[in-house]
Antibody, heavy 121, light 106 residues
């Protein structure tokens, strides 16, 4: 059974870097698929941040592209998110998810439980 | 940028059919997905590639699309279906989500 688990600081100071890691169990990242990050500000809708293919090719939301890096560490079976120059507007629950592509457009079929990150001094 | 529009809220009586719409340019050609999200929980995929149900999702959930609108239909709605529902599609390699619809079962 494939499971995803987010981890990282729950509090980040403004202008600093928001860094999260998603640990994947039950599936080897080297075997394929895309893996993504999605966030949800309190009381608001979902926003895609970006996705990474297991080879390392990345795709980012154009509105965040200048501040985001997603990377994969196959030795640890993890992928990570770095969001630079954080502001209060980046306060949200951050989810990692499997971004599946099977015979058609991709979809997010498995999600982590999410982790709340607050940007505040 | 590509936008998806959902009604903020929809209400339905138990046992009746709930219909949640999602509108976007040529959305019918983009094979939308739908996610159910209950309070304090992660989203769960209920419909993918327009009209396909993942394993474990009840048959009362169905998806359809035409023109610029994708529709999630819940037949025989149960109280457990009360949740937020988010549509999602792809535009030029970018995932786009609608604003979400709160489904209330009266």
């Amino acid at each position: 059974q494939v499971q995803l688990q987010e981890s990282g600081p729950g509090l980040v100071k403004p202008s600093e870097t928001l860094s999260l890691t998603c640990s994947v169990s039950g599936y080897s990242l080297t075997s394929g698929y895309y893996w993504g990050w999605i966030r949800q500000p309190p009381g608001k809708g979902l926003e895609w941040i970006g996705s990474i293919y297991h080879y390392g090719t990345t795709y980012y939301n154009p509105s965040l592209k200048s501040r985001v890096t997603i990377s994969v560490d196959t030795s640890k079976n993890q992928f990570s998110l770095n969001l630079y120059s954080a502001t209060a507007a980046d306060t949200a629950v951050y989810y990692c998810a499997r971004d599946l592509a099977v015979a058609g457009p991709r979809y997010f079929d498995l999600w982590g439980r999410g982790t709340l990150v607050t940007v505040s001094s | 940028s590509y936008d998806l529009t959902q009604p903020p809220s929809v209400s339905v009586f138990p046992g009746h059919t709930a219909t949640i719409t999602c509108s976007g340019d040529k959305l019918g050609d983009r094979y939308a997905c739908w996610y159910q999200q209950k309070p304090g929980q992660s989203p769960v995929l209920v419909i993918y590639q327009g009209n396909k149900r993942p394993s474990g999702i009840p048959e009362r959930f169905s998806g359809s699309s035409s023109g610029s609108t994708a529709t999630l239909t819940i037949s025989g709605t149960q109280t457990m279906d009360e949740a937020d529902y988010h549509c999602q599609a792809w535009d030029s390699g970018n995932a786009v989500f609608g604003g979400g619809t709160k489904l209330t079962v009266l």
